[in-house]
């Protein structure tokens, strides 16, 4: 059973930034892909950003955040981040951190809590 915890969210005015982080413990953390989700308020959770396993090494993102944000990871740490610059209020959200086998389907399997992440402008 794999679990993520995310931290790092919190309230910051519009073009601040933030680094979120999500802790994952028990499974190889190497091997999956990871990602990062939103959920604003009233609105449909939305795929934001994701990296494949060590051996792929590859990321993508939403058009809504390219050059805003950028995704990592620290295998060694077994932990994913979420850097994030040049916030919008349209960047509020709750932020959920995801995980899932590195396989030919994309299937997020476990899901972190989440972290509120508000911008006011």
């Known amino acids: 059973q794999v679990q993520l915890v995310e931290s790092g969210g919190g309230s910051v005015e519009a073009g601040g930034s933030l680094r979120l982080s999500c802790v994952a413990s028990?499974?190889?953390?190497?091997?999956?892909?990871m990602g990062w989700f939103r959920q604003p308020p009233g609105k449909e959770r939305e795929f934001v950003a994701s990296?494949?396993?060590?051996?792929?090494?590859?990321?993508h993102y939403a058009d809504s955040v390219k050059g805003r944000v950028t995704i990592s990871r620290d295998n060694t740490k077994n932990t994913l981040y979420l850097q994030m610059t040049n916030l919008t209020p349209e960047d509020t959200a709750v932020y959920y951190c995801?995980?899932?086998?590195?396989?030919?389907?994309?299937?997020?399997?476990?899901w972190g809590q989440g972290t509120q992440v508000t911008v006011s402008s």
């Open positions: 028990g499974g190889t953390f190497s091997e999956y892909l």
């Open positions: 990296m494949t396993a060590w051996y792929r090494a590859s990321s």
């Open positions: 995801a995980g899932g086998p590195d396989g030919p389907a994309v299937e997020y399997e476990f």
